[in-house]
């Protein structure tokens, strides 16, 4: 649900420590410049735990189940088996807590991947994971809008 932003904020931050430590001009800055290079694997495991807190982290702010339950009981829907209201919100939660953390293991691993793969085989892989993650998005949604066109235009006929 949280889509490539994770990906985003994790590199973002994983890569603010070896920018100030190349700024630095001392044996210390060197020192952290080196420890967090995107080739390390203290780089790698660090974006892959902001991957997963930032998953969870967006998802949270993006989608109130008690919103959406109050969704469906203004408008009439409802989930088989499952009160509406509070119940609803309740159950939304869990499903959603329950998709987070694989899609979270997912991202992470989309992301850290080709710099794994880029290490043990020293070939340059000229896509990396959050690139990949992108054109996906891009791909998913323009078939998602071309999906919802012709949608429309096949019910045209049965609104005239």
């Known amino acids: 649900m949280a889509g490539v932003i994770p990906v ?48 969870y982290f967006y998802t949270a702010v993006t989608f109130n189940p008690v919103d959406q339950a109050d969704n469906l009981k203004k408008y009439g829907g409802f989930i088989p088996g499952v009160r509406p209201g509070r119940p609803t919100a309740e159950f939304l939660d869990r499903i959603l807590a329950r998709l987070t953390f694989p899609g979270a293991l997912f991202l992470a691993a989309v992301a850290a991947l080709p710099t794994i793969l880029i290490a043990r085989t020293h070939q340059n892989i000229p896509l990396g994971g959050t690139s990949i993650l992108i054109v996906i998005g891009v791909a998913l949604e323009t078939m998602k809008q071309l999906e919802a066109q012709l949608m429309m235009r096949s019910y045209e006929g049965f609104l005239k």
């Open 8 to 55: 985003i904020f994790a590199a973002s931050i994983m890569a603010f420590p070896p920018t100030v430590g190349s700024l630095v001009k001392t044996h210390w800055g060197q020192q952290v410049s080196d420890f967090f290079s995107p080739n390390g694997w203290h780089y790698v495991v660090g974006e892959s735990l902001f991957i997963v807190v930032f998953t």
